[in-house]
Structures are given as structure tokens and as C-alpha cells.
Nanobody, 126 residues
Framework: VQLVESGGGYVQDGGSLLLSCVFPGRAAWRSYGMGWFRQAPGQGLEWVANINSGGSRTNYVDSVKGRFTISRDNAKNMLYLQMNSLKPEDTAVYYC???????????????????WGQGTQVTVSS
């Protein structure tokens, strides 16, 4: 496993969490696109957001627009997902993923990503 997430936890409705994902420090990784997915209990894997290698272009699923922000710091080998105004329906295991083929486009299909983290649990209580 080359990607490692952290920052999940238990939060009340309306709260905030910052998820982090560390990726390898090799230069090639700074040219990869990256994304966040989530999987709620009994549900399939859902794309949440993706970002291009330079961090200049971001895309989001409609349900999180205006509440979540994806960003990256290539100098620190880090990917982030700032989650505000959390709702119970955001409860899921969150995964970061990388894609060797960089793009500014929306990439929602999990098969398009090459590497995955182990996931971090986010639970939002009502």
C-alpha cells in the first residue's frame, strides 16, 4: 500500500473533518492525478472528487459541492479533503486514489485509478 489516509473519525451533523493522504515522495507521483472515493455501508464505491497533478483543477460530485474541498501539497507529498457542513449521509469509508494518467477531466470510474489507500472511516451522527 503506497497511499495512507488519516483524519477520519466521529463528528456531529454540521461538523468538519480534514482527511489527509500521504503518497510516495518519488518525483513521478507529483505528476499523477488523484482523487477521493467513499463507500457507505451496503453501498458501492462512489467518486467524491478528483484533482490534477498541479492542483489547479478540481472536480466534485454534486452532493458535496460547496462543502468539500480537495487539495494537494506536492512538496509535502500530501492530498487533502476538507469536509465542512457534514451530514449523516456523508458517513462512509473514504479512500484516496492515484492515477498515472493526469487529467483535468472528471474521472468517476474507480477502474481508472491505479493505486488505493486502505481507507479511513468517517461517521456523522444526526
Amino acid at each position: 500500500v503506497q497511499l495512507v489516509e488519516s483524519g477520519g473519525g466521529y463528528v456531529q451533523d454540521g461538523g468538519s473533518l480534514l482527511l489527509s493522504c500521504v503518497f510516495p515522495g518519488r518525483a513521478a507521483w507529483r505528476s499523477y492525478g488523484m482523487g477521493w472515493f467513499r463507500q457507505a455501508p451496503g453501498q458501492g464505491l462512489e467518486w467524491v472528487a478528483n484533482i490534477n497533478s498541479g492542483g489547479s483543477r478540481t472536480n466534485y460530485v454534486d452532493s458535496v459541492k460547496g462543502r468539500f474541498t480537495i487539495s494537494r501539497d506536492n512538496a509535502k507529498n500530501m492530498l487533502y479533503l476538507q469536509m465542512n457542513s457534514l451530514k449523516p449521509e456523508d458517513t462512509a469509508v473514504y479512500y484516496c486514489a492515484s492515477r498515472k494518467k493526469d487529467t483535468t477531466e472528471v474521472i468517476t470510474i474507480w477502474l481508472e485509478y491505479d493505486e488505493w489507500g486502505q481507507g479511513t472511516q468517517v461517521t456523522v451522527s444526526s
